[in-house]
């Protein structure tokens, strides 16, 4: 223990190797559900659900393990979501390319994602922004991962008139729902750690003996408790790496648009997490930034390579902010989860996606606590940070709804002659965002 305290410095940053564990048992539990989503999105485009079940947790565990070992903070990686729906649904099925040569230009796009890491080019872009966009990218993430939550619980449910509505409130998940909120919220205000796994298990343990109204249980007991990894023969190393050079027309714009996709994404979730673990923990901004950039493009060139979409730092790592990890210990622990879930399978699907709901909203709710650090007495200020809040929610994009804030950001500085005031990496942000959203 007193080596894990050290070489994490876990006491240094007001933590300790039990909370540390727990907020890594925390992590996964929200991120789990990547093992069923992702195999089934990217099966569409020809691949072996199987196989992408093992690939997906592989590369979860090697990209979570190196984050935390590289960089020591607490955020986990697995493949993104949103990512994988541009993967199987715009460049497979709306471009007509392959799985293979799509594998390719995901490959390519972490080469080039790695190369400006190691220059320092996304640090200083991060360094760069303007204080008010930062909290609006905390607190914007915020809101989408409390609306994702809202969703999966069945509170807030499609609507065609208004879009989205109230859902059916007459339902077991619903209740289930409220009930683990109010559990987690009734401990975290009394200050108990590993407040968000608890509830998780004791919803889960409900969940087996609750029927939905066709008399099913809503989580399902597995047939068996152990099964072996499927093989991930047909995807490792399958990229047909000669197609970007047979057709630099197509491949080079998608190329650039993951490349826009993957760094910003990648910017507002780390520029959110760390902003969230700084008010938390009240340190600094870790030092160790750059190389958790590192290590995020690394993961894709490892995930092409594997046979997966872009891996990338995910947003739920901030559930185990929240149950107070502060070190890499935590993203370990979730690497370690993941590596035990390829034995466990059965029993990870079993759980059901609502149960993990409550811990979204109440992450999401917290992580807008910084709006309370806006200057709300200057306009050029606080409306293009609200505006960047409510398009990263509504849009269901970080990187759009950050596109927006950027651009309004200097329309308002402008406006209020204040252009000199603009730096000239956020003056780039501007143009490169005018481009993502106009011209591509």
């Known amino acids: 223990m007193n080596f894990l305290d050290r070489f994490f410095e876990i006491s240094k940053r007001n933590s300790t190797v039990k ?16 093992l069923a989503v992702n195999p089934a999105i990217l099966s569409s485009t020809g691949m072996e659900a199987a196989g992408l079940i093992t ?44 799985w293979q040569q799509a594998l390719s230009v995901t490959f390519y796009n972490g080469i080039v994602f790695l190369l400006i890491s ?44 208004t879009f989205v509505a109230l859902g059916n409130l007459d339902t077991p998940q619903v209740w289930l729902t409220l009930l683990g909120f109010a559990a987690m919220a009734s401990m975290i205000a009394k200050k ?32 068996k408790i152990v099964s072996l990894p499927n093989s991930i023969s047909q995807t490792f190393c399958a990229l ?29 979730t780390v520029v ?11 340190c600094g901004e870790p030092k160790s930034l ?73 992450v999401g709710i917290m992580m807008m606590s910084g709006i309370g650090s806006l200057n709300t007495k200057d306009p050029a200020e606080h409306m293009p940070a609200i505006f960047c809040m409510m398009m990263i929610m509504l849009s269901f994009s970080i990187t759009k709804g950050f596109a927006f804030g950027v651009i309004m950001y200097v329309l308002m500085m402008a406006a209020s002659s204040r252009i000199k005031k603009i730096s000239a990496p956020t003056w780039g942000l501007f143009a490169v965002m005018c481009l993502f959203l106009f011209a591509i």
């Open 192 to 223: 108990v750690r590993g407040a968000i796994i608890y509830s998780i298990l004791a919803i889960t343990a409900i969940a087996f003996f609750v029927p939905d109204a066709d008399g099913v249980p809503l989580a399902k007991m597995p047939e």
């Open 272 to 282: 959110a997490l760390c902003k969230r673990m700084e008010s938390a923990n009240h």
């Open 118 to 161: 190691i220059c320092g080019v996304r640090e200083k872009i991060i360094k760069s922004l303007p204080n008010a966009l930062k909290i609006s990218l905390q607190c914007g993430i915020g809101l989408f991962i409390a609306f994702m939550g809202l969703q999966h619980s069945g509170i807030i449910s499609k609507n065609d008139a």
């Open 19 to 34: 909370t540390e564990i727990t907020a890594g048992f925390t992590t996964f539990a929200a991120m789990s559900y990547i």
């Open 290 to 362: 750059s190389k958790a950039l590192v290590v995020d493009s690394s993961s894709t060139i490892m995930g092409a390579l594997l046979g997966t979409s872009t891996v990338t730092c995910f947003v739920e790592s901030a559930s185990g902010i929240e149950d107070g990890g502060r070190t890499g210990l935590v993203s370990i622990i979730t690497g370690i989860c993941f590596a035990a879930a390829l034995f466990f399978t059965p029993i990870i699907s079993s759980i059901p996606a609502f149960v993990t709901a409550p811990a979204l909203i109440l």
């Open 240 to 268: 047909d790496f000669a197609y970007p050079f047979r057709d630099i027309r197509t491949s080079l714009p998608v190329i650039f648009t993951l490349l826009l996709l993957d760094l910003f994404d990648t910017i507002g």
């Open 55 to 98: 690939v997906t947790a592989i590369a979860a565990i090697i990209s979570s393990i190196a984050m935390g070992l590289y960089s020591n903070l607490p955020i986990a990686a697995a493949p993104a979501m949103g990512t994988n729906t541009y993967f199987a649904v715009i460049i497979c099925a709306g471009m007509g390319l392959t």
